[in-house]
């Protein structure tokens, strides 16, 4: 996959999403144990990847004298999404991720968020980027906005309003730290045409001000 997207892999990983499907295979693992677990592979999956004899030896994974050979070595390993919003999942996120992602909040929660976050990879010795997962339903006028809202079953914390909101609350939270954006609507592809062409430039001309302001 890295070699046919040309390094842009990432993994996204949800560990307490997929209820029915662990109760399907009869996984019975609760949250605690699954990131644990979701810990262990992490360690493993990096360890084969940089390292070469790579040995291991968890409560859920043991590798003995493992570890990827060229070519595999040669492309980087897969960026890391984790989210949640207590300190366990921070912490895994801050020996683990790239990106922690946050669910929507007020910029004052998400500036909280991103400071213990921030706190947390220190400690590691690391920096994770904040992101926000933002559903989100936009038009040209605020109040069309409303009219087709009223009409869909959104998910929680959809940001609805025109173009123009949408930009300016994305902006805000970019000022409490967020530096990814993970954007969702339905129907996807008409969304994601107006996301692109409408909200997205005035956002980036929002936070390019506010740089140069700085």
């Given at each position: ?9 990432g993994?996204?990983?949800?560990p ?5 499907g ?5 996984d ?11 810990d ?7 360890g084969?990847?940089?390292q ?6 968890g ?24 989210q949640g919003?207590d ?7 801050a ?7 946050f669910?929507?909040?007020?910029p004052?929660e ?7 976050l ?8 690391r ?7 933002q559903p ?19 998910a ?14 994305l902006?805000?939270?970019a000022?409490?730290?967020?530096a990814?954006?993970?954007l969702?609507?339905?129907p996807?592809?008409?969304e ?6 409408e909200?997205?430039?005035r ?9 140069k302001?700085?």
């Open positions: 996959f890295q070699r046919g997207t040309q390094g842009r892999l993994w996204a990983i949800a307490d999403a997929d209820h029915i662990r109760e399907r295979e009869s019975p693992l609760g949250d605690e144990e699954l990131n644990e677990r979701l262990e592979f992490l360690t493993v999956a990096r084969v990847h940089d070469r004899p790579f040995s291991f030896k409560e859920y994974f043991e590798v003995q004298n493992g570890g990827f050979e060229a070519p595999l070595t040669r492309f980087a390993f897969p960026r890391i999404y984790l919003g300190d366990d999942a921070l912490a895994l996120s020996r683990h991720a790239d990106v922690h992602l669910r929507p909040a007020t004052a998400l500036a909280d968020s991103v400071a213990r921030d706190e947390l990879a220190a400690g590691e010795g920096r994770v980027a904040a992101g926000l997962i989100l339903l936009t038009r040209g006028d605020a109040g069309q906005a409303v009219d087709d809202a009223s009409g869909q079953t959104l929680p914390g959809s940001l609805v309003g025109s173009y123009d909101q949408a930009a300016e609350q902006a805000s939270y000022d409490a730290g967020i990814e954006l993970v969702s609507a339905a996807g592809l008409e994601a045409y107006r996301t692109g062409q909200v997205l430039p956002l980036r001309a929002l936070t390019a001000r506010g740089r302001a700085a």
